[in-house]
């Protein structure tokens, strides 16, 4: 990822303010709040307290006391996915949200701010996957990063990656490298010449009930110990554990189905 950064320790990164077009957080909607901290509690060693209520109960997960992730109450009359979304940080979010509409893309909440954390937007890409675009102030955004229990990566399942990638780099300024595979269809976005977030086009592997969706990568000490931590919780195994030039990876799934990875990152 690409951003400012604080010291770096055995502790993990610090992050102070992030440069536009990094993703800066992750944030959680679901119907049962106590039950959905109760799980990532129990997996992450997550501790949590309140946040923002703009947009209904909000609470902050901490670990170490830095702050790494949201979780939100859906409202009772909203019958949306329930899955993680990343928050893109920019500096205008008024201007990013205009230029979201004149690239094709939906703005659905926003511009509004957080009390004094922020001002936010929550909008979709032209195939129809959910994102958040965050403009700082008093919140940063995730406070840490490195270590088990906090975000490590943000990845866009989609169909083809050639349009939307276009989106992204037109809203963002992102800089793109293709990985070339006649069988393989990802881009790589950087910032300042650093990956922060890729795209991956799965063509008809594409699930027909989520359509295209962003996924994010937690980190963890071994994602073997992980999966059977997680289905021990009430959660779901959906992508068995497998070795990547980037470490070992799995996809899973919370108890309300929001679905997310757990990875080891190679050193």
Same mark, same amino acid.
């Given at each position: 990822? @690409?951003?400012?950064r604080?010291?770096? #320790?055995?502790?993990?990164?610090?992050?102070?303010?992030?440069?536009?077009?990094?993703?800066?957080?992750?944030?959680l909607?679901?119907? &049962?709040? %106590?039950?959905?901290q109760?799980?990532?509690a129990?997996?992450?060693?997550?501790?949590?307290?309140?946040?923002?209520?703009?947009?209904? !109960?909000?609470?902050?997960?901490l670990?170490?006391?830095? +702050?790494?992730?949201g979780?939100g109450?859906?409202?009772?009359?909203?019958?949306?996915?329930?899955a993680?979304?990343?928050?893109?940080?920019?500096?205008?979010?008024?201007?990013?949200a205009?230029?979201?509409?004149?690239?094709?893309?939906?703005? #659905?909440? &926003?511009?509004?701010?957080?009390?004094?954390?922020?001002?936010?937007?929550? /909008?979709?890409?032209?195939? &129809?996957?959910?994102?958040g675009?965050?403009?700082?102030?008093?919140?940063?955004? *995730?406070?840490?990063?490195?270590?088990p229990? *906090? !975000?490590?990566?943000?990845?866009?399942?989609?169909?083809?990656?050639?349009?939307?990638?276009?989106?992204?780099?037109?809203?963002?300024?992102? +800089?793109?490298?293709?990985?070339?595979? /006649?069988?393989?269809?990802?881009? @790589?976005?950087?910032?300042e010449?650093?990956?922060?977030?890729g795209?991956?086009?799965?063509?008809? &592997?594409?699930?027909?009930?989520?359509? /295209?969706?962003?996924?994010?990568?937690f980190?963890?000490?071994?994602?073997?110990? %992980?999966?059977?931590?997680?289905? #021990?919780?009430?959660?779901?195994?959906?992508?068995p554990?497998?070795? *990547?030039?980037?470490?070992?990876?799995?996809?899973?799934?919370? !108890?309300?189905g929001?679905?997310?990875?757990?990875?080891?990152?190679?050193?």
């Amino acid at each position: 990822m @690409t951003e400012a950064r604080g010291s770096t #320790g055995l502790n993990g990164t610090t992050h102070t303010r992030r440069t536009p077009g990094t993703p800066c957080w992750v944030s959680l909607m679901v119907h &049962g709040m %106590a039950a959905t901290q109760d799980f990532y509690a129990e997996l992450f060693g997550w501790e949590f307290q309140p946040g923002p209520q703009q947009l209904g !109960p909000y609470m902050r997960a901490l670990l170490d006391g830095q +702050e790494v992730a949201g979780i939100g109450q859906m409202p009772p009359d909203r019958h949306l996915a329930v899955a993680w979304t990343p928050y893109i940080a920019s500096d205008d979010v008024d201007q990013t949200a205009e230029t979201v509409r004149a690239c094709g893309g939906t703005v #659905g909440v &926003g511009p509004l701010d957080a009390d004094n954390a922020g001002r936010l937007v929550i /909008a979709s890409d032209p195939s &129809g996957a959910v994102f958040g675009i965050w403009q700082a102030a008093a919140h940063l955004g *995730t406070g840490i990063t490195g270590v088990p229990g *906090t !975000p490590a990566w943000n990845e866009l399942l989609t169909r083809e990656t050639e349009s939307v990638a276009k989106f992204y780099q037109a809203v963002f300024g992102y +800089e793109e490298e293709a990985v070339v595979s /006649a069988d393989f269809d990802y881009v @790589t976005l950087h910032v300042e010449g650093r990956p922060v977030a890729g795209i991956h086009g799965v063509g008809h &592997g594409l699930p027909r009930d989520r359509g /295209a969706h962003w996924m994010t990568y937690f980190e963890v000490a071994d994602v073997d110990d %992980a999966i059977t931590h997680i289905t #021990g919780l009430g959660g779901r195994l959906l992508k068995p554990a497998h070795d *990547t030039s980037h470490g070992r990876v799995a996809t899973v799934a919370d !108890p309300e189905g929001a679905m997310f990875s757990v990875i080891h990152s190679a050193d």
